[in-house]
């Protein structure tokens, strides 16, 4: 029988994350404070977050220590699986050679516990009791609330109150892990109760949400905010995902990929892939950077490189990225954890310096590719993920084209088991082509 | 970092299914033919089964070779993890060591699909186009329909009606494996019809389901049927599980575990754990068995030993088991895939020569459990997963009474990820404690 999965020992998670910043073509330029116009420092992120989570933020660090604690904590389900698609690619006929880091094994069964764990450490220690934060669909507030469980942190989740209602599955999964989760706008903030008072069945929305977590964090001292993906330090966090993967390439026998994939929102698990090899592509090796985001929600493929808001009611610092503007509403497609207005600064700058690509799908391809995928291997994509699982099989179907024996690597960044529904309106003719 | 995960090389699944029967401290009785009372030979089985199956249900040999083709599909995700839940003991604050071994992490999350593909291989094998079977909440449904797409199978899968109405998402999740579902009483069947007949909205029941899929097989050359516990080829195909972890649990330098625990609805989980250590047991090894099963359907703990059909409409060969009498209902609880009037007849004769405990928990005791061990160690488990959590966290507080550094380890037979409304029901106090 041939190998196609590597598991590496807990003692082989990376004991340092990566910092691309310093290796980046261009510095990246400050937040600028959202009332002065002004370069935000320190002090101004303070009220949110913890002091090492500040310096991690503007760090000129390549490496930085992962502390023994969150070790500890992530070693529950890191190392993930490096997996060869090896069914997948004699279903395409491909001599491509597809590799997927499976980080759908977490118990929120996506990427974004690697970060959540992290910010909940450094709350901890830094004194905090309590962290505030907002949910879409509720795929980072579980995350934040199983992190919360296991340093005996309170998680107070903003919940978008038409998913609440909607979605309880990652409602309960949150409470499950101890989180309080309310359904946003709330009463328990100012703008949520103003919110209210106008409209008592208002929907709720992301940057609503956010201002309540927000305004939470700043008027408790016991809490800080947390944030699941954009900034630097959640992609630091995340270079765990490329640096494993790096590891299990070489046991595979593959000196480097030819391509390197993710699905890009905010762009947390594609930094979290990419970064480690991006340093390398910059310095001239032979390697491209793809980031997959949705045709209904085009920040990278049609957006504008400027400084913009990171939320919708402009209460973030501003930071250069990739916008189609901060009030930019994307429509309501499946993949929920892509429908963001702007992206991370590193992956816009790497965009921006031509290191890395980027396409978009239209939703119905991209489930076509999903389902391929699950019949194939046998695990079912989130539909987040499933836009990089589309353009890995499209890489495998231009080399077979090509007659080349293409190594792609992607990141398989969550499971859709809390998504089904999304593929029942795609198996029954009822998926927009948003 | 202390180790506690323990991942074995695809290499190392083991060879061969281990066969317990030649062991057992009493030969097997032989099944008997539902109509005649005489003991049902090889041909009886022969409409159903493919003779590679129903040699294996017979077997005298101990070990029986797993063909290459099978370990290339379980190697997408065996070995599986053994893991010792470290947290877990810290928060009960006990001497003792709990391993589990994690059959989650399958494509469906659990641990079905250890023997549909096995089935699904020798059906192929054998010039079977197409499998029938029933389904409660979908469990074993989407096991069987991930494993035959896997070989190109097709598989037509009977949903209890209520089921299918009422949980979609494993219904959603055999489709997306291209596995054909319809509710039952569906019109596809001669008994479905006559039921519909009489009443249009029966909400079905697994009896039912299991004459639909029986009678679909019985009536179709290019079809066979297909069942996902109790059959002694069921429990041996789960001994993969038990074999794996003998070898993991070597690796965590431990000689023998002091109690091996599983849950026990039919029987195939508790098998497949169990029956090899079940051997070194009846050999004089000190290792207690314990089979952890529902109050609200106490087969080994209030049944009968006697001989009693498998189905409910009478219509399988009788088998000596523990049963509560075939026409017995239990209580709608959440692990409905406990719910289940007999037991294995290997699991019973266990136990009826005192080779395995038995013990039952109310369902509000088996939640508690649940989201203790879901706070500690992070992943949710299935409900019926929760009745061996549960015991093993009583067996740990024994341990903790009497100062014993017990070996506690349990079969983490799946995820609850699909089974969150009955802790949204248990965590807002709507859980009746049948």
């Given amino acids: 029988m041939a190998t196609d999965r590597w598991v590496l020992n807990q003692s082989e998670i990376p004991s340092a994350w990566f910092n691309i910043a310093p290796s980046l073509p261009e510095p990246l330029k400050p937040p600028l404070h959202p009332g002065t116009g002004e370069p935000a420092g320190p002090d101004d992120l303070a009220p949110l977050f913890p002091m090492s989570l500040v310096e991690q933020e503007m760090s000129p ?52 516990p690697n970060t959540a764990v992290a910010q909940a ?57 101890g989180g309080s989760v309310v359904p946003s706008p709330s009463d328990l903030t100012e703008v949520g109760k103003a919110t209210l008072a106008e409209n008592p069945d208002h929907p709720g929305s992301l940057g609503l949400a956010i201002s309540e977590a927000i305004e939470d964090a700043v008027k408790r001292d016991d809490t800080h905010y947390s944030l699941g993906s954009v900034l630097n330090h959640v992609l630091l966090h995340q270079t765990v995902i490329g640096l494993e993967a790096k590891q299990q ?78 009030d930019f509403v994307p429509p309501p497609i499946h993949a929920g954890g892509l429908r963001y207005h702007g992206d991370s600064p590193i992956i816009s700058s790497l965009v921006h310096h031509g290191q890395m ?30 836009h990089a699982v589309r353009a890995a099989i499209d890489e495998a ?37 948003a």
Same sequence: chains 1, 2.
């Fill in 249 to 326: 390439l070489a046991l595979a026998g593959v000196d480097k990929p030819d391509v390197v994939l993710g699905s890009c929102g905010g762009g947390s698990n594609l930094g979290g892939i990419t970064l480690p090899f991006a340093k390398d592509r910059i310095e001239g090796a032979d390697i491209r950077l793809v980031a997959v985001e949705p045709e209904s929600c085009p920040t990278l493929t049609k957006g504008r490189y400027e400084y913009d808001f990171g939320d919708v009611a402009g209460m973030t610092p501003k930071m250069e990225m990739y916008t189609l503007g901060h």
């Fill in 121 to 177: 450490f450094y709350n901890k220690a830094e004194g905090i009791k309590r962290l505030s934060t907002e949910t879409g669909a509720g795929q980072w507030g579980s995350a934040l609330s199983f992190a919360g469980a296991q340093y005996g942190l309170e998680v107070q989740v903003y919940m978008v109150a038409v998913s609440y209602a909607q979605k309880p599955y990652r409602r309960v999964l949150m409470e499950t892990w």
């Fill in 357 to 386: 690509e980027a396409v978009a799908y239209p939703q119905g391809k991209v489930f076509e590719a999903a389902v391929q995928f699950a019949r194939a291997e046998g695990v079912v994509p989130a539909p987040e993920t499933s």
């Fill in 61 to 112: 660090q390549e490496w930085i220590d992962i502390p023994g604690e969150v070790l500890d904590v992530l070693s529950l389900w890191r190392p993930t699986p490096l997996v060869r698609a090896r069914r997948l690619e004699q279903a395409l006929g491909t001599p491509a050679k597809i590799f997927y880091k499976d980080e759908s094994v977490s118990p929120a069964g996506s990427h974004k």
């Fill in 397 to 433: 179907l231009d080399a077979k084209e090509k007659g080349e024996e293409r190594v792609i690597l992607f990141n398989f960044s969550g499971h859709g088991l809390l998504d089904l529904a999304a593929y029942d309106d795609f198996l029954h003719g009822r998926l927009t082509d």
